[in-house]
């Protein structure tokens, strides 16, 4: 119960959204599409090349198509990385406090992003170069790629821990380090589930790479032909749409309530059914004669791409929903907090503060009391503090008292062991210059 | 709030950005019209019957290929790396700047997009294209082309790096063109262009090293080229050096307040002078002696070399950011991530009572030293760590003496005056318990040696006066207020 009162209404930034709202949300699921597309084609494609290869110890053939598929991760991974600016950056303007919480609560695993990111490319890169070269220590060079697999598949999930904590600013409080977000419920279902998409993306990928007119397969393997690799594709889009159906009823199950709505279910189902229809397709184009392997073909891609509309769809009613409430609660606390603002500029209460006047000092009081505040941190009467003691003060200056305010004014560097004075030109007008001067000088 | 309280917060955004910039200066801008130029050169010097130099060729190909590799992990990452850093730090001052730059950002976006695609397409139709002479002067165009776009993504985040230094007008109209056409933009574009272009140079030298053998005349040769590409660069990155060199302090001293600030700025500035000069006149003699006499050019020269212009491009990077402080966006918000406007409030009810995460609100003498951690979390972690690099007890002992047992009464007279001593930083929020609070909590660092963790492992605390409950009640209270006005009218 605690936990459900205890929910932070953080502030917003108070500048304006540089677009309206529903161009902004537009962007971010379009660009994201994009980015996740051949995010799912450099995952995808690394697992299968990881597979291929492992069955190409055997087969020579898989080794063969292993390389090739290999080929287009560098690639696929160059645009997966450009593509992803952009949503990060509808998001960043969009959900900017949610993000940007998350982010903080999951910090060393969002950070490590780059360093394992950077370390997995470049794995991809000397397996990519290295292909002729370790043929005779193939366990190395798998190795290399499997290292590359797992750091791959680890990434995601730093990802989908963020945006699913970002939705939930009631559980922050509750969170301590990037493990206890990773088990909020929700993240491993919608993982599995992008892994099928993972698989199922890379295997139409490979129908269609494999299909292309300009694209010299029989010069490349020996055995296999055009449709034994078409299969494999569909064969691997199979089974990723399987994970992806299977996880993404977990997923709709698992959901938290507190965004989910009949429009969310409704277009969530929609798009499952089509899912359900792709996988129905892909299982005719194995099962069927050979010259009708590619009947179906455009219909699947059409298909799956209007999949990931919906589904991309979904996920933002479905944030919308879960945030709107908390949303108003952040607008009207930040509304607040401006008036409050405005109203504490326009009447400031006294900076310089009184004078902390001693009496005793008689007309050297003045003097004594902006010494106290302004220089008394760093000096002393007969002591080294930060600055030399006053009683040096006065042996160089005595009778030098404009000299003296030069220095106060724009202090120079003298002493080789001392740090920087700063200058307080700005801070002290012409008369408690004079204050100050006949107070310091009246030291003995 | 994220905290790294070692390393220091500050530390890893520059540390990503300088790696950043050492890589896209250096093998993107520069680099890509160098390596191209090389490729032009072996088509133009290959015997007529063949459409270009071999060996030539292939050892252009090899520069291309270790910059794509390195671009395109290193190098694209870092520059992913600095928003996410920036999102961990300094989550308000990102946040900003997105908000106004969107479309900058955007732009430069699909720049990027085409940058890439671009580098993909020439780097791997490279070998394809050395078929026909037709298709390898498309590719030698495509590498043209691809220079410009590089060029043009570095002019767009220069842009967007200038309007942090120098926010011109943006404070008082938010727009987005003010903010692009600030007065140090165009020397800033005009100094960065040919120092990108010597340090492309300049590491294309070492590369040629690494890749021709000793004393062949191929090597001859294209040291001999890559010598003259620095030469005729560097007297350009020389007078854009001193005119960028000449405007940046009269656009600097409008945010700094007092003299001493800029008297530090002034240190760092000659330091910059002279590694200016040293790094110049390094690269220019080892490139004189690259054209003139290229037998004489060894190993270590060209890593001195190289050595010498990514210190300079990492020291420049430096004053850079050390003259923003102590604002993050210049006179709008400070590094500590608090907008100035809101310093009055600030002021006046403490920051602890706005604050978000907070575990005091009420200071009292018992949980003084709590309350001062979330104070310290707030106006000081930004830059200051409790115990690791430039640690707050470290410059306190520093002024007052190593090993000495702080002052709380120094310590507190100090503070609210220290953003006129010492203008990197930004001035105290907070009212006087709460600095009560942080000195006590100074001190009490400086008797146990404990150490601050960050959100990333300890997590929040809500502050109560800042949870759905009582907001709602705010806004609750607000309607009622508004319907009786609305009643007694």
């Known amino acids: 119960m605690l936990l459900q009162i205890n929910t932070p209404i953080p502030k917003d930034i108070p500048l304006e959204l540089p677009l309206p709202e529903w161009l902004l949300v537009t962007l971010l699921v379009v660009s994201f599409l994009l980015h996740i597309i051949f995010i799912n084609l450099m995952l995808g494609g690394s697992i299968i090349t990881l597979w291929a290869q492992i069955k190409g110890l055997k087969n020579k053939e898989y080794d063969i198509f292993a390389h090739e598929i290999s080929k287009t991760i560098t690639v696929n991974k160059s645009m997966a990385v450009v593509l992803g600016v952009a949503p990060l950056l509808s998001i960043n303007t969009l959900y900017t406090i949610y993000f940007y919480s998350a982010n903080a609560l999951t910090g060393f695993a969002w950070i490590m992003i780059i360093p394992l990111v950077t370390i997995a490319f470049l794995l991809t890169y000397l397996h990519k170069y290295t292909w002729e070269k370790l043929e005779q220590s193939k366990k190395v060079h798998i190795a290399i790629m499997g290292l590359a697999v797992v750091i791959f598949l680890f990434i995601p999930l730093i ?43 890379t295997g139409i990928f490979i129908v269609w790479y494999n299909n292309r007119k300009n694209y010299p397969f029989e010069e490349t393997y020996k055995t296999f032909t055009r449709y034994d690799v ?71 891609v059409f298909t799956m791409l209007a999949f990931m509309v919906l589904y991309g769809g979904s996920r933002q009613m479905y944030r919308h929903n879960a945030l709107h409430k908390h949303q108003d609660l952040v607008a009207a606390n930040t509304a607040e907090f401006q008036r409050l603002s405005k109203e504490a500029r326009e009447n400031p209460v006294e900076v310089k503060e009184e004078l902390e006047l001693d009496a005793s000092l008689g007309e050297l009081a003045t003097g004594g009391a902006i010494f106290k505040q302004k220089c008394g941190a760093c000096h002393k009467k007969d002591e080294k503090l930060v600055g030399p003691p006053m009683l040096e003060m006065v042996s ?49 | 709030m994220f905290h790294l309280d070692w390393l220091n917060d500050r530390f890893l955004i520059a540390m990503i950005a300088i790696l950043h910039v050492i890589i896209n200066h250096g093998l993107a801008v520069g680099f890509i019209p160098f390596v191209t130029w090389l490729e032009q050169k072996g088509v133009r010097n290959s015997s007529p019957n063949e459409i270009t130099n071999p060996e030539w060729d292939k050892m252009a190909y090899k520069l291309m290929w270790t910059a794509f590799i390195i671009t395109t992990t290193i190098g694209a990452m870092t520059g992913v790396g600095i928003w996410f850093s920036a999102s961990l730090v300094s989550p308000a001052s990102i946040g900003s700047l997105i908000r106004v730059f969107y479309w900058a950002w955007f732009t430069e976006w699909i720049v990027f997009v085409t940058e890439v695609v671009l580098i993909l397409i020439y780097f791997l139709t490279w070998k394809n294209s050395n078929k026909s002479l037709d298709a390898k002067l498309r590719h030698i165009k495509f590498g043209w082309f691809l220079a410009i776009f590089s060029w043009i993504t570095m002019a767009l985040i220069v842009a967007i790096l200038g309007f942090m230094m120098d926010p011109g007008n943006w404070k008082t109209d938010h727009s987005l063109l003010t903010g692009v056409f600030n007065p140090i933009y165009l020397p800033q574009l005009l100094f960065r262009t040919p120092t990108a272009m010597v340090v492309g140079g300049t590491y294309g030298l070492l590369m040629i090293f690494l890749f021709t053998k000793k004393d062949t005349e191929i090597r001859t040769k294209a040291v001999k080229l890559a010598g003259k590409w620095i030469l005729a660069w560097t007297p350009l990155a020389l007078i854009a050096a001193i005119i960028y060199y000449n405007v940046m302090p009269n656009a600097m001293k409008a945010n700094l307040s007092t003299a001493v600030g800029t008297m530090d700025f002034a240190q760092y500035y000659d330091l910059l002078k002279y590694i200016i000069i040293g790094a110049i006149s390094i690269v220019f003699i080892v490139a004189s002696i690259a054209v003139f006499k290229p037998k004489l050019l060894k190993t270590y020269m060209v890593i001195t070399s190289v050595v010498a ?175 009786k006005k609305l009643v007694t009218k």
């Open chain 2, 309 to 483: 212009i990514m210190s300079f491009l990492a020291i420049f990077e430096r004053v850079r950011e050390f003259i923003r402080k102590p604002y993050v966006i210049g006179n709008y918000m400070y590094s500590n991530l608090l907008r100035e406007e809101d310093y009055p409030l600030y002021k006046k009810d403490g920051i602890l009572k706005h604050a978000t995460y907070a575990s005091v609100t009420e200071i009292t003498n018992e949980n003084k030293i709590q309350a001062g951690k979330d104070v310290f979390m707030y106006t000081c972690s930004r830059c200051h760590t409790t115990n690791g690099v430039n640690a707050i007890t470290y410059v306190f002992e520093r002024m007052y003496g190593f090993g000495k047992p702080l002052n709380e009464d120094d310590m507190a007279s100090y503070i609210p005056n220290m953003h006129e001593g010492r203008t990197y930083m930004p001035p105290f929020a907070g009212n006087k318990k709460e600095l009560k609070a942080l000195v006590a909590y100074i001190k009490h660092l400086q008797q146990t040696g404990e150490t601050l963790e960050g959100a990333q492992t300890e997590g929040i605390v809500v502050n109560q006066k800042n949870n759905s409950d009582a907001v709602s009640k705010m806004v609750e209270r607000l309607k009622e207020e508004q319907n």
């Open chain 1, 230 to 300: 078409k299969k494999i594709g569909y064969s691997i889009a199979i089974i990723g749409l399987g994970l992806q159906i299977l996880f993404g009823i977990i997923v709709l199950f698992t959901l938290p309530a507190k965004g989910i709505g009949y429009d969310v279910i409704a277009v969530m189902t929609a798009a499952g059914s089509l899912l359900v229809i792709v996988l129905w397709w892909a299982y005719k184009a194995i099962t069927n004669e050979q010259q009708h392997i590619d009947q179906h073909f455009k219909k699947i």
């Open chain 1, 159 to 201: 990802f989908l821990t963020n945006v699913n904590l970002m939705m939930f600013p009631e559980k922050w409080g509750t969170i301590k380090g990037f493990m206890s977000a990773l088990v909020l419920p929700n993240v491993f279902p919608r993982y599995f589930e992008f892994l099928g998409a993972c698989l199922a993306v």
């Open chain 1, 396 to 444: 160089i200056y005595k009778g030098k008292v404009d000299d003296l305010k030069n220095w106060i004014k724009a202090p120079g560097k003298k002493r080789p062991d001392f740090p920087q004075m700063p200058g307080f030109k700005d801070q002290l007008s012409d008369e408690e210059l004079s204050e100050l001067t006949k107070y310091i000088l009246s030291i003995k």
